[in-house]
């Protein structure tokens, strides 16, 4: 079972980071992750979060991470569920 749920982890963590390179691409760099995750402490932090908003929509880019991450945990789920079963034949 350990080997299952890190199989899943590993590879859930592998689709966020995918996802992220895939989703959170904008002009010539990538959001940053405070922006991404909607972390601001200073003025200049809201009002830039505020503009990135107006030209991606933040709640899109960050849906589609997560479903990528979703994808690898499941995808890590079926490997090493379908791994089990070929050692025990």
């Known amino acids: 079972m350990r080997n299952v749920l890190a199989s899943a982890l590993v ?3 592998i689709g966020l ?13 990538y959001l940053p ?11 200049g ?9 107006m030209v991606v929509d933040i709640g899109v880019v960050r849906r589609n991470i997560l479903i990528s991450g979703l994808v690898g945990v499941v995808l890590g789920f ?12």
Do not use: C, Q
Request: net charge positive; charged share 25%; proline share 0%.
């Open 45 to 53: 932090d809201r009002v830039a979060n505020a503009l990135t908003k």
């Open 78 to 89: 079926v490997v090493s569920l379908s791994g089990r079963r070929r050692r025990r034949r």
């Open 33 to 43: 992750l405070d922006r991404l995750l909607g972390i601001s402490n200073s003025f």
């Open 17 to 29: 980071v995918v996802g992220y390179f895939l989703f959170a691409h904008v002009g010539d760099g």
């Open 11 to 13: 590879l859930g963590v």
